[in-house]
């Protein structure tokens, strides 16, 4: 006779208390109700985010007070619906969370944020103009499959790029939610954990990843793959599909593979995967296709780098940030304080009252945080930091979710009425505060058609091997197929000021008080006949002060050595975009 030991499912909860039944007759009907007002607010707020006038504080604070008070609205109705176990009003505030939070980036702006969105779609138009890759030119054409994926849908439904990228983050968001709860389910949680685990990953996510770019799409489908591999034990279905998803994630982005090989192989060292040597396929794919293509990254820098000390830091400013930076940089750390130290603290207490279950702690903390190997191989452009945070959200989330659920529903032992309204009020301020962090750069990273337009003529039709300079980050660039030969006519042809100040000896802590020094290089440039362009936006004088890239007024003088010289014409003039352009038959000194 053969006894069946069923394993342990991977929750993190603490030991539950009886359920007390409900006496409310309907008790969906109060969170349905916030849920509706939480919509009201929202769009009756809209048209004021679509005007709003510039604050350094971003947009919560620039457009009406009715867009915070939907966002916190929409956080009450979902804890009061997990509260009440309504799972059905739940997963609905949980999908109007989403688009409270996200869908101003595509109705209240008329073209997608930030300027380096722009640079993807010069890949994408040039797949679809030329049916093949410019190998060699930079990193993109190498990591194709998301460039590829973008190009077939608008090729299929004839969309833009710039519409595709604005309704780009919502989706995105949405699919995250989704596969959190799919990765949550996935580990033995209940309906309920797997809501609110979805509801933390999408409400916590400050970080800013979700613009039209590949690693948006590799980190949701990674989320997917996690928890395809945890059902491979019943499935082994799952595991080559998630096999699949894999590859396209390998031909996609550089970083996320890796991710996904440092959780998998804990996963497999536990038993918790099948079969086991798909750890082995894993890592084959990863590392072989950064072998056939590490000539080319060799070009752009170092693949790996060992100085923890170095990576662990954050991109260098020259000048204090704003006032408003530093406000939404605090919710964003609280943010992280609260996440992390929460999921740190459950696992912790998980180890020391359950060690039989040792194997599911360790499973839970690799994914919550094996992300921190980030930071011992790559800086990641300063930003492996915010990365790290990124990785490690669904972990955190699925981590951090059974117990937020007991406590909310009284199903943790001494959870008093005090332990419920007090892990209410933590799950809306983390959704306002993360909130804040990532429409606090609203205006700094709000591009403007007129320079979309300015910048794709500039593309199709100045010189391949000109020179633009922008003042700092807030021009879109690389917009069309052309800018490979750009690329091939000259690396860094549209490096910006905020680049070349901190890159070229002497230069670094310019404040353009002093016009000899740019005097200098305008002869230099004329000397060596190199067409040059300079384009200032609006956006970057915004970007520069919320940042603190320069000294406060050195942009403005910098815009003023190029309207005193003659050397330079102003060739377009609009209220929020200058653009001159070098005279090459000027003459080659300034009086």
């Known amino acids: 006779m053969t006894t069946t030991v069923s394993r342990p499912a991977l929750s993190p909860a603490l030991p539950s208390a009886p359920r007390r039944p409900r006496r409310t007759a309907r008790p969906w009907a109060v969170p349905a109700v916030l849920a509706l007002v ?10 004021s985010l679509r005007s709003a006038s510039y604050s350094g504080f971003g947009l919560l604070f620039a457009g009406s007070p009715l867009f915070a008070v939907s966002i916190a609205l929409i956080a009450v109705a979902f804890v009061l619906a997990i509260a009440r176990r309504t799972w059905r009003v739940a997963g609905l505030a949980l999908i109007l969370s989403v688009l409270i939070l996200r869908l101003p980036t ?3 702006t008329t073209e997608p944020l930030y300027s380096w969105t722009y640079k993807h779609f010069g890949v994408i138009d040039y797949i679809q103009t030329h049916g093949g890759l410019a190998q060699g030119v930079d990193i993109y054409q190498e990591w194709p499959g998301a460039f590829s ?18 309704w780009f983050t919502v989706s995105v968001q949405l699919v995250l939610a989704g596969s959190v709860y799919l990765l949550a389910r996935s580990l033995g949680l209940s309906v ?12 916590a996510n400050w970080v800013g990843q979700d613009y039209l770019s590949p690693q948006a ?38 970083l996320t593979p890796y991710w996904l090989i440092a959780v998998v192989l804990v996963l497999t060292l536990l038993g918790r995967l099948r079969p086991r040597y798909m750890i082995v396929l894993f890592i084959v794919i990863a590392v072989g296709y950064m072998l056939l293509h590490l000539q080319t990254v060799l070009q752009f820098g170092n693949p790996l780098n060992l100085d923890l000390a170095q990576n662990v830091q954050t991109v260098q400013r020259g000048t204090e940030p704003s006032a408003g930076q530093r406000f939404s940089s605090w919710g964003s750390r609280l943010t992280v304080v609260l996440v992390c130290g929460g999921t740190a603290a459950i696992l912790v207490t998980r180890l020391i009252r359950h060690r039989s279950q040792w194997r599911e702690t360790v499973a839970l903390g690799a994914i919550a945080f094996s992300s921190g190997l980030i930071l011992g191989g790559q800086s990641y452009g300063g930003e492996a930091v915010l990365r790290v945070f990124l990785y490690a959200l669904p972990g955190c989330a699925i981590v951090l979710a059974p117990v937020i659920e007991r406590a909310l529903t009284g199903g943790v032992a001494r959870a008093t009425r005090l332990v ?9 301020a983390v959704t306002l505060m993360s909130a804040q962090a990532y429409y606090g750069a609203w205006f700094a990273n709000y591009i403007t058609p007129e320079s979309v337009r300015v910048s794709t003529e500039l593309l199709e039709e100045e010189p391949v091997n000109t020179l633009t300079i922008g003042v700092a980050p807030g021009a879109p660039g690389r917009l069309v197929a052309r800018y490979v030969e750009f690329v091939e006519a000259h690396r860094e042809f549209d490096a910006g000021v905020d680049t070349w100040i901190n890159a070229w000896p002497g230069w670094k802590d310019y404040d353009f008080r002093d016009p000899t020094k740019f005097h200098d290089l305008t002869t230099r ?44 014409r102003l060739v377009h003039r609009t209220p929020d975009l200058l653009m001159f352009r070098l005279q090459m ?5 300034f009086g």
């Open 585 to 589: 038959d000027a003459s080659g000194s």
């Open 217 to 254: 799409l590799a980190f949701a489908l990674g989320t997917v793959v996690l928890a395809l591999m945890l059902a491979s034990p019943r499935s082994r279905a799952a595991a080559w599909i998630g096999l699949a998803l894999f590859v396209a994630i390998v031909v996609s982005h550089q």
């Open 149 to 166: 994926f973008f190009a077939w849908l608008n090729t299929l439904t004839g969309t833009t790029n710039e519409q595709v990228a604005l």
């Open 106 to 108: 595509a109705l209240a």
């Open 192 to 203: 309920g954990a797997g809501l609110v685990a979805g509801y933390i990953a999408q409400a």
């Open 38 to 47: 939480a919509v009201v607010c929202w769009l009756v707020a809209l048209p």
């Open 525 to 568: 440039l004329i000397a060596t006949d190199q067409p040059t362009t300079v384009i200032i936006t609006e956006q970057m004088l915004y970007y520069s002060e919320y940042y603190g890239i320069f000294e406060p007024g050195s942009l403005e003088r910098f815009r003023d050595i190029l309207l005193n010289d003659p050397r330079w």
């Open 420 to 428: 419920r309204m007090s892990t209410a009020v933590a799950i809306t």
